[in-house]
């Protein structure tokens, strides 16, 4: 919070044009408060740039990307120049955020303060995320700063990947360990052996490594959810499960909740947190979006004593921004899922490091890291027209000769609905799931054409 005394002087530098009253007496730290608040004429917005890039997968996350996401290669790094010089820089990972930037967004913001645009979420992730660079930069303060009052020094952080065979999530959570991280969270999905996945990956991790599951409500109801999630507590690595039914489903994720000892997580919003806390649906939740949003939620949460993981996706750029909401906000306990972890390149000059689970809260100007120049001259590409989705499969494949093909486009939601009818096999153990590539045949054709409308399953 700002004092009433520095909101005075800032009133009197900014009314009197960015000039202090003269004959007023003030000593001398009060006269430096006065100059700083002056100097916010020169927080005019001079310049917006945006320049996408094209960022590869590693090779262990790019096989699973590639046969799902493949659209996340593309970023747009947005940057703000100020009337004094001040540069700031911010991201929107483009076919996967809270909110894009957009011309008219740019149109909007040129000209004005950027002070006064800082909490405007609809402004877009790279913009925003910008205008906090830029600010924090031209004050000579880090982005936590703007945002409220550091209360960690330290905050967490987890790795990430999509769904994946076995042994490449026990991979990368062996490369996530020794890398620093305690924390991998991944999707748990039908079409692999989810039990085998933990078993592998428990076996390269010590137990205070934890792995957090998201199902994305694949697990149906609460009848079939508990006997899947009563098995995978048994191993200690097992932390948290994130929307393991549909979230609107009260009664059954209580009763999740109450039949293991894995923490239960749901998104904000959906029930109602006023439900969630009074029906005691879930133990924490996945915060994300926008400044404004993100501080809302996070406020909450601290009201009501529940913890929370910050999800905030991109590159380190992305990641450098979340480590400020992380310090100010108390209950951003749970590991924060910033997916940097990725990319070949975080586009940062320096790394963020994580050690003991934790990275450090920065408290350079700005978001307190700097862009790697020649990294991003190499990977520029031309904006796409829209979204690329090249055709592809995934083929389902069971030990008793049944195979499932799954178009590109809204597994989750095919699973979901045809899962709910019973007209594709719930999970199973020894299931397995390839990336089935366009062989340019006619037969390959058809059966895309066909899975398109709904997964095909062949017995």
């Known amino acids: 919070m700002i004092s009433n005394r520095r909101q005075f002087l800032q009133s009197m530098a900014f009314g009197a044009g960015g000039m202090s009253l003269p004959g007023l007496f003030l000593d001398r730290s009060i006269a430096q408060e006065v100059k700083r608040a002056a100097s916010t004429a020169s927080l005019e917005i001079a310049g917006i740039e945006r320049t996408t890039l094209h960022v590869p997968f590693r090779e262990v996350p790019g096989r699973a990307m590639s046969r799902e996401l493949p659209h996340w290669r593309y970023t747009e790094l947005c940057e703000v120049v100020l009337k004094s010089g001040a540069r700031g820089f911010g991201e929107t990972l483009l076919y996967y955020t809270w909110g894009p930037t957009g011309d008219d967004d740019v149109k909007r913001a040129m000209g004005k303060n950027a002070a006064a645009l800082l909490w405007d979420d609809s402004l877009g992730a790279g913009l925003q995320t910008a205008l906090f660079d830029a600010v924090g930069r031209a004050m000579g303060v880090p982005v936590h700063a703007l945002l409220g009052q550091k209360v960690n020094e330290r905050t967490p952080l987890s790795w990430w990947n999509i769904d994946t065979s076995p042994e490449d999530m026990a991979s990368e959570c062996a490369t996530a360990f020794k890398e620093g991280y305690l924390s991998y969270k991944t999707k748990g999905r039908p079409w692999f052996d989810i039990w085998k996945q933990v ?62 000892r894995v923490q239960i997580a749901l998104h904000y919003g959906t029930p109602s947190p006023e439900v969630v806390v009074r029906e005691q649906v879930c133990d924490g939740f996945v915060v994300g979006g926008g400044a404004s949003r993100v501080m809302h939620q996070g406020h909450f949460c601290q009201e009501v004593d529940m913890p929370f993981w910050l999800q905030l996706v991109g590159t380190g750029i992305t990641a450098a921004f979340s480590l400020h909401f992380g310090g100010v906000l108390k209950k951003a306990s749970w590991p924060a899922v910033n997916c940097h972890q990725l990319y070949t390149h975080k586009l940062l000059a320096e790394p963020i490091e994580v050690k003991n689970g934790h990275a450090t809260v920065p408290d350079g100007a700005g978001l307190g890291f700097e862009l790697d120049r020649d990294a991003i001259e190499k990977l520029k590409v031309e904006k796409p027209a829209k979204r690329p989705d090249p055709a592809r499969m995934v083929e389902v494949s069971w030990p008793d000769g049944r195979r499932l093909y799954l178009a590109s486009n809204n597994q989750v939601n095919f699973v979901l609905n045809a899962g709910m009818n019973g007209t594709i096999p719930f999970y199973e153990r020894d299931v397995d799931a390839r990336l089935y590539s366009d062989d340019g045949s006619e037969e390959w054709r058809a059966l895309y054409n066909e899975a398109c409308k709904a997964p095909v399953l062949v017995k």
């Open 199 to 260: 078993e592998e990956s428990a076996k390269v991790v010590p137990e205070n490594f934890k792995i957090d599951m998201d199902f994305n409500a694949t697990l149906l109801d609460a009848e079939r959810a508990i006997p899947i999630c009563k098995e995978l507590e048994k191993y200690p690595q097992i932390d948290i499960y994130e929307s393991p039914i549909p979230q609107s489903d009260v009664v059954g994720n209580r009763a999740i909740r109450e039949a293991t």
